[in-house]
């Protein structure tokens, strides 16, 4: 906004070093890890830019008559330093446990290896006993170490792959040995296809019920490749036909208003390649803002 308003709080007033006493608590990081890129992205902050991002949106939720910061109280713990480098691990682990008591850890990526350092270092060996959901276009199984083989690194760190479900896969973005490998680890694997036919509300009750049977914690990665390109320029593997911001949106809010998701990022977004409008920066600066709404309705 270019003249404060009194009246109109932006959405960046409500990040804070301390958490407000009697309000939902949601612990704010940012994990801007790049250098493994399968597609070489810029070392641009992601986090920042979402931030920056944030003061052109109200904490006002229309849908829900409510104002955010009277519910939500969120914590910014900055960026993990060097989150490629060595020792990155112990760093973002730290991180995710910096704020024990909270509701919610909302993590700013970065590309996809943030979700694997992220939530190995919030389970802290004990992955067998969590559930993981991602919305993502790709299946992330592949070999090696990148953005494109997280939940192949945690499925060999104890995850469990009856307990993860993939929402959003899209046609001619992943290969049959992938695919092949999910089905053996006995991933639910929804594509986009099937998100259309039965509606994004049904499949994420659907996809909690699975990742999050008898109460285990679940770790949501929302891969903004998911949606579709003409929405997210700024996500290099983003293919036409994706899922819309208003499906993102419903599905984000509704994940992260069930207790058993404890943590969420966001990721994928290259800020270096989005659009002169910033549309791709704003749709995850929304996505956190639908995040909060979502922990607000708990």
Do not use: K
């Not at 006002?60 to 939500?72: H, N, P, T």
């Not at 911001?245 to 994928?268: G, K, N, P």
């Amino acid at each position: 906004m270019s003249t404060p308003d009194p009246n109109w709080p932006t959405a960046a007033s409500m990040l804070a070093d301390q958490p407000v006493s009697g309000r939902a608590l949601v612990s704010l990081i940012g994990v801007s890890t790049y250098l493994s890129s399968v597609t070489p992205r810029s070392w641009h902050s992601t986090p920042e830019a979402v931030r920056e991002a944030l003061t052109r949106y109200s904490t006002w939720s229309y849908r829900d008559g409510v104002d955010l910061a009277e519910l939500v109280s969120v914590v910014d713990r900055g960026d993990v330093f060097d989150p490629d480098g060595e020792d990155a691990n112990a760093r973002v682990a730290a991180a995710m446990h910096h704020d024990p008591e909270a509701d919610l850890r909302l993590v700013l990526g970065g590309d996809n290896a943030a979700t694997w350092r992220a939530l190995s270092g919030l389970a802290g060996g004990d992955l067998a006993n969590w559930g993981l959901i991602t919305l993502d276009a790709h299946l992330d199984l592949r070999d090696g170490v990148s953005n494109g083989s997280p939940v192949r690194q945690l499925l060999a760190e104890g995850l469990d792959g009856r307990h993860v479900v993939q929402i959003g896969l899209a046609d001619f973005s992943n290969s049959p040995h992938y695919a092949a490998r999910a089905r053996e680890a006995g991933i639910t694997v929804w594509s986009r296809e099937v998100v259309a036919e039965r509606g994004i509300a049904a499949v994420v009750d659907d996809a909690l019920a699975v990742a999050g049977a008898n109460g285990r914690p679940v770790y949501v990665d929302v891969d903004l490749d998911v949606a579709d390109r003409a929405e997210v320029p700024g996500c290099p593997a983003a293919a036409p036909g994706g899922l819309s911001a208003h499906e993102l949106r419903r599905a984000v809010a509704r994940l992260s208003a069930d207790a058993r998701v404890r943590a969420l990022d966001l990721t994928e977004v290259d800020v270096g390649r989005d659009s002169d409008d910033q549309r791709t920066v704003r749709l995850m600066a929304v996505l956190v803002l639908e995040a909060l709404a979502g922990v607000g309705r708990r």
